[in-house]
């Protein structure tokens, strides 16, 4: 049993001798054999146990025995209470989901606090048997087949080579007792009901179906690689002027999940031309990688690859982003920078430099101008006629019904038909700013066109010169 975890962590590169792990501990058969069995390799633990109280005097046993244990060897433990049901109650999660968030944001918080590398959990062959079982269940994408990872970012799975009944064994070798949580011999936990009747009965159909199983979850994680390594050759095709993005999804390819959450901290959307989705070989597996990290189900996926051909306006809603079809573009936005977006206004009292962001300015500078040739020609800059200024002026975004008389034009015109005209997508519509006078007229339709009533008809003319930083055009019209 040693020879067989000690050859499984070395193939898969999981745990040093100079590094600190520590080992979630439970008092069930797995996490004391996982336990003592890294102990007697020679590696470095410590021990934390969560105490859900779910189950009275159960709970209480379970960390009297843990407490136990580690003293008997000498191993420092880690306790903490939880009040699992208040927690579920207040997220609205079932007690299932409340354990699970909170048993790992504990082990997070232990990582941040000790000088610990990873967190083993005792997950084995059987789990990874029922996990793939319940993904076919439940309707889960391709790598729903893989079963569960030796490594997923700080969380380490030494024990995934070994089957519950070695575990048990070995446990009786040397002679070690553990806790039997009466919850897990009910079935009325989906994969309870896996475990104990739907498993036993394929087992007499094929006895060999765990390996199996097991051996299909290794060919189909031989698929994944190639599945991602031609993902990867067209991301950089997919994000070329989408930098956060791009480092988003190349660290999910790459297993970095650390990295991938320092990326999706800033990712606030992003977009996809349809041509180099259609282009792929599978354009619903794409889209599939592109959109299950933010909550679209499959279904929805499968209904968006069916509807790439179709008109524009499409939209699909997750629990935090919404997906848009818009001409030849497929557009994700977060939800809730939407949301932040319909109530920004900024007001400008006076001439004068005014924060947009936290990386975007807007100045206000007074000039005079003698003649056409001192007007700046860039989108970031206006010149106005000062008279004609009445302050505040307001910054906010475009309404329905707003209209403005474009520079260059005669008479007056929507600003939803002026997007149109320069083919705006729907987010670039919903985002976009315009800076009004303090009557409402509108000064400026940002980064795009300067009212004509506010120009610089004759010379010379003392004027206010308007303008953005570099950077904020781009983030006044993308998601």
């Known amino acids: 049993m040693l020879n067989k975890v000690k050859d499984f962590i070395q193939h898969h590169c999981l745990l040093t001798k100079e590094d600190h792990y520590i080992v979630a501990l439970s008092g069930g058969a797995d996490s004391v054999a996982l336990l003592l069995i890294l102990k007697n390799l020679g590696?470095?633990?410590?021990?934390?146990?969560?105490?859900?109280?779910?189950?009275?005097?159960?709970s209480d046993r379970d960390e009297a025995f843990c407490k136990s244990l580690c003293e008997r060897e000498g191993i420092i433990l880690h306790l903490i209470h939880f009040d699992t049901k208040a927690y579920a109650d207040l997220h609205k999660v079932s007690i299932e989901m409340a354990a699970r968030e909170l048993r790992y944001n504990y082990f997070a918080n232990l990582l941040a606090d000790l000088?610990?590398?990873?967190?083993?959990?005792?997950?084995?062959?059987?789990?990874?048997?029922?996990?793939?079982?319940?993904?076919?269940?439940?309707?889960?994408?391709?790598?729903?087949?893989?079963?569960?990872?030796p490594l997923q970012g700080a969380i380490v799975r030494p024990l995934l080579s070994c089957s519950r009944k070695e575990i048990i064994a070995y446990l009786q070798s040397i002679r070690q007792t553990f806790i039997t949580d009466s919850s897990n011999l009910q079935d009325d936990v989906k994969r309870n009901k896996v475990r104990l009747r739907l498993l036993p009965e394929l087992r007499t159909i094929n006895p060999a179906i765990d390996q199996t199983i097991t051996q299909l979850s290794a060919d189909m994680a031989e698929i994944v690689k190639i599945v991602n390594h031609t993902i990867g050759k067209v991301l950089p095709i997919l994000f070329e002027n989408q930098p956060t993005a791009f480092s988003f999804f190349n660290a999910l390819l790459t297993q970095s999940k650390r990295d991938a959450s320092k990326s999706k901290i800033f990712l606030r959307g992003f977009s996809v031309k349809k041509d180099v989705l259609l282009d792929f070989s599978s354009p619903e597996h794409l889209i599939f990688f592109l959109l299950s990290p933010f909550g679209f189900s499959s279904v929805q996926v499968r209904n968006i690859a069916k509807t790439l051909h179709a008109q524009s306006g499409k939209k699909w809603l997750s629990d935090t982003h919404e997906a848009v079809l818009d001409r030849q573009t497929l557009i994700i936005v977060h939800k809730e920078a939407q949301s932040n977006k319909e109530n920004f206004q900024?007001?400008?009292?006076?001439?004068?430099?005014?924060?947009?962001?936290?990386?975007?300015?807007?100045?206000?500078?007074?000039?005079?101008?003698?003649?056409?040739?001192?007007?700046?020609?860039?989108?970031?800059?206006?010149?106005?006629?000062?008279?004609?200024?009445?302050?505040?002026?307001?910054?906010?975004?475009?309404?329905?019904?707003?209209?403005?008389?474009?520079?260059?034009?005669?008479?007056?015109?929507?600003?939803?038909?002026?997007?149109?005209?320069?083919?705006?997508?729907?987010?670039?519509?919903?985002?976009?700013?315009?800076?009004?006078?303090?009557?409402?007229?509108?000064?400026?339709?940002?980064g795009l066109r300067l009212d004509n009533r506010f120009s610089i008809q004759k010379f010379p003319a003392s004027a206010i010169q308007i303008e953005i930083s570099a950077c904020a055009t781009c983030d006044l019209n993308k998601p």
């Open 43 to 58: 590696y470095n633990v410590s021990a934390a146990h969560c105490n859900f109280k779910l189950r009275g005097e159960e």
């Open 346 to 446: 900024l007001r400008l009292p006076e001439i004068g430099k005014y924060r947009y962001s936290d990386n975007h300015t807007i100045k206000l500078s007074a000039l005079t101008l003698t003649n056409t040739k001192e007007i700046p020609r860039t989108p970031d800059t206006i010149i106005v006629d000062r008279e004609k200024l009445v302050f505040p002026l307001l910054l906010r975004r475009a309404k329905v019904g707003d209209s403005f008389s474009p520079f260059g034009m005669k008479g007056k015109k929507l600003v939803s038909d002026f997007l149109t005209d320069l083919k705006k997508n729907i987010i670039e519509k919903s985002n976009q700013l315009v800076l009004t006078n303090a009557d409402g007229k509108i000064i400026w339709v940002m």
């Open 115 to 149: 000088p610990a590398k990873s967190v083993c959990v005792a997950h084995h062959k059987d789990d990874s048997v029922e996990t793939v079982l319940l993904n076919i269940i439940r309707g889960t994408g391709l790598k729903g087949l893989l079963g569960i990872q």
